[in-house]
């Protein structure tokens, strides 16, 4: 299947549903609890996340189009933060706060990127008239100005009228994209597309062990609820794209790695509603979306995907650039070489004289991932790292002979005494050191790098092998 390059400038999709603030505690583990035996977490760290629905309008955001937000919260601190959240993201939104009631929070608790445990705060917005119809009179306005609508269903009340919501759509030619929660598929009678996972769509229609059944128990589900079309994502077996007039189609995942599923369905429903609302067909907005759900397990926590990103994933014969590079033009390789699903090793050093042990060392990082880059200080921060006597080699040699090794991809330099702003910026998934250090978390970009779901690994240098040493031979025969 082809695909031009697309522009998802013309979507402009009403999101409607369940918002939620998505807390992320992180912190190391290093005794377990004298009062019951579970780890003791030593929080480090927090990020706040717009999560549900809230998700779902950035993961359209993120690909160029134009969403707008609404949904319920209470009248709590929660509430403000999660609005704080979506005003410096300039993502336009309007809440109905419902009082003497929480804002769904979902708090996650991870050490050395596992989850330990996941807190829910939250009871079903029981949704009294007022609010119920304040909600609907902000919908209807806002379909003036859309031309697609995704109803995004977490089970929390807000959709409690989800069928006069299509309705209202469909009357203005509006199509409507449902993620569903609820087991009484009849509350989304009407929808233009429904996006069951297949757990979910089984606990309806029973099992669909062969995909003969499930493709014979869609289109019944189909007609029974006047819908036109579902995409039933399957886990690691991809996607199933089933129309009303019988057509099925079937498309396999992409994922290489998975890193966390959180978000996996906000990121579908914001692609495939996006493709939609721009002009593209059913299953190419599908295959579109099941490429996203690949790149965007990748990632550690809810997450989204961007145009670029998809591009990128889409055109896997794009010649990737290698070589020595400047910090801008590396950042695009890595984006390109990251969309294919390729794991990026990052490395760094002065790398003044190269010898034997420098090449064991690189070959062996190469074999963590498929993508090796190697930071290189520059002249001035050798100078400062190693005194007035360094470098040997000028920057421009020292790029130049690491550039020619078979196990590097990417030479880059860096001017800061540690690696950490570069690190940041290239996010990779694998940290290399070398060396004998006792506290991995004390390398510089360590922490981030594990806290985006990446790995930290110390290789030992081969023993007698050093600049240092090389020099002090090279003088001893002088």
């Keep these: 299947m082809e695909f031009q390059s697309f522009n998802f400038g013309k979507a402009k999709v009403l999101i409607i549903g369940d918002v939620m603030l998505d807390q992320y505690w992180h912190g190391g583990t290093s005794r377990i609890s004298p009062e019951a035996p579970v780890p003791v977490v030593h929080v480090n ?3 706040e996340r717009p999560g549900g629905a809230a998700n779902v309008a950035l993961g359209v955001a993120a690909l160029g189009a134009d969403p707008y937000l609404l949904g319920l919260v209470g009248d709590d601190q929660a509430a403000f933060t999660l609005e704080q959240l979506l005003v410096k993201q300039e993502l336009k939104h309007q ?16 050490s050395r990127n596992q989850q330990m445990i996941r807190l829910d705060m939250e009871k079903p917005f029981l949704n009294s008239l007022h609010t119920t119809l304040s909600l609907e009179e902000n919908y209807k306005r806002a379909l003036d100005n859309v031309n697609m609508v995704i109803l995004s269903d ?5 959709l409690s009228n989800s069928v006069n919501l299509i309705a209202k759509a469909r009357e203005r030619g509006i199509p409507v994209v449902v993620d569903p929660k609820s087991l009484d598929f009849s509350v989304y009678r009407g929808a233009s597309v429904l996006t069951p996972n297949l757990k979910e769509f089984e606990a309806v229609v029973g099992s669909c062990e062969k995909v003969d059944v499930l493709v014979e ?14 995409v039933i994502t399957r886990s690691e077996h991809g996607l199933s794209v089933i129309l009303a007039n019988g057509e099925a189609t079937h498309i396999p995942a992409l994922a290489r790695e998975v890193h966390d599923v959180t978000g ?3 990121t579908v429903i914001a692609v495939l509603a996006s493709a939609i609302a721009s002009g593209m067909d059913l299953v190419k ?6 490429v996203a759900a690949g790149i965007v397990v990748g990632k550690l926590g809810a997450a989204t995907v961007s145009a670029h990103e998809l591009e990128l994933a889409l055109n896997k014969e794009q010649t990737l650039p290698l070589g020595m590079m400047q910090e801008e033009a590396l950042l695009g390789a890595i984006r ?4 294919k699903g390729e794991r990026i090793v990052f490395t760094n050093g002065c ?4 010898h034997s042990g420098h090449v064991m060392y690189l070959e062996q990082a190469r074999h963590l991932g498929d993508r090796i880059v190697v930071a290189v200080n520059d002249d001035a921060s050798v100078v400062r790292l190693k005194g007035p006597t360094r470098p040997i080699n000028t920057l421009e040699n020292r790029m130049s002979v690491l550039a020619g090794l078979r196990a590097v991809d990417w030479v880059v330099p860096f001017s800061d005494d540690t690696p950490e702003r570069l690190i940041r910026r290239i996010c990779p998934h694998v940290l290399v050191k070398g060396g004998d250090y006792k506290d991995v978390n004390a390398l510089p970009g360590a922490q981030f790098v594990l806290s985006q779901g990446g790995k930290v690994q110390i290789l030992g240098l081969k023993e007698g092998h050093s600049t240092t040493r090389v020099i002090e031979a090279i003088i001893a025969t002088v």
């Design 45 to 47: 760290r927090v990020d």
């Design 336 to 339: 390109m070489s990251k969309a």
């Design 154 to 158: 977490y089970g929390k009340g807000t």
């Design 95 to 110: 809440f109905d706060r419902v009082f003497d009631h929480a804002t769904i929070t979902k708090l996650r608790v991870l």
């Design 217 to 230: 128990k869609a289109q019944r589900l189909l007609s029974q609820y006047d819908m036109e079309a579902l």
């Design 351 to 354: 790398f003044d004289i190269l």
């Design 285 to 290: 907005a599908a295959t579109l979306g099941n």
């Design 264 to 266: 996996a369905g906000d």
